[in-house]
T-cell receptor, first 114, second 112 residues
Framework: AQSVTQPDIHITVSEGASLELRCNYSYGATPYLFWYVQSPGQGLQLLLK??????LVQGIKGFEAEFKRSQSSFNLRKPSVHWSDAAEYFC????????????FGTGTKLQVIP | SAVISQKPSRDICQRGTSLTIQCQVD?????MFWYRQQPGQSLTLIATANQGSEATYESGFVIDKFPISRPNLTFSTLTVSNMSPEDSSIYLC?????????FGQGTRLTVV
């Protein structure tokens, strides 16, 4: 069965600093990977996704993620964090169809300090 | 993309009662999914709802507690039955968008 691990429950960064959120997955075949963001009181918004091709994917809001098959990782990065990035971030892996049943990680809560 | 409307957006219910959550999509979709997000937790898939067939439930979720209807390709309901405080969660519906899953804004349920 597919699974996702986000080892960092909570991360605090200074505004303007770089960010990396870690994600490791377990899946038997080529994974379909996603990063979602959930702001307080808001729904889920897709930041980016990986299905195939270039292992470095660009998303919205200046985020990017790199798929590393050898490490079973799909870490999310941003070069300079803004205060509005404070939210909870979920890494997820899709089922065989890629978009059908999505298994989520436990989430990483990002706090941004001035 | 798909636009999903969920109703109600939030509710406070008495224990022992039931609440039905509606999910309306602006386009026809084959598969719809219901998730639960307990306080401070991640999202857990409850069941998959296909039009014209019974919903498929994930381990730990049963039809008697979470009956689901899927009368057509744009609509589904999830009922949380005989509620207890442990059912206090955000319930989200999701649809297969072809290359990604789209999510509704969720229903925040508080059981008192």
């Amino acid at each position: 069965a597919q699974s996702v691990t986000q080892p960092d429950i909570h991360i605090t960064v200074s505004e303007g600093a770089s960010l990396e959120l870690r994600c490791n997955y377990s899946y038997g075949a080529t994974p379909y990977l996603f990063w979602y963001v959930q702001s307080p009181g808001q729904g889920l918004q897709l930041l980016l996704k990986y299905f195939s091709g270039d292992t470095l994917v660009q998303g919205i809001k200046g985020f990017e993620a790199e798929f590393k098959r050898s490490q079973s990782s799909f870490n999310l990065r941003k070069p300079s964090v803004h205060w509005s990035d404070a939210a909870e971030y979920f890494c997820a892996v899709g089922d065989s169809g890629g978009y059908q049943k999505v298994t989520f990680g436990t989430g990483t809560k990002l706090q941004v300090i001035p | 993309s798909a636009v999903i409307s969920q109703k109600p957006s939030r509710d406070i219910c008495q224990r022992g009662t039931s609440l039905t959550i509606q999910c309306q999509v602006d386009s026809q979709v084959t598969m719809m999914f219901w998730y639960r997000q307990q306080p401070g937790q991640s999202l857990t898939l409850i069941a998959t709802a296909n039009q014209g067939s019974e919903a498929t439930y994930e381990s730990g979720f049963v039809i008697d507690k979470f009956p689901i209807s899927r009368p057509n390709l744009t609509f589904s309901t999830l009922t949380v039955s005989n509620m207890s405080p442990e059912d206090s969660s955000i319930y989200l519906c999701s649809v297969d968008g072809g290359t990604e899953a789209f999510f509704g804004q969720g229903t925040r349920l508080t059981v008192v």
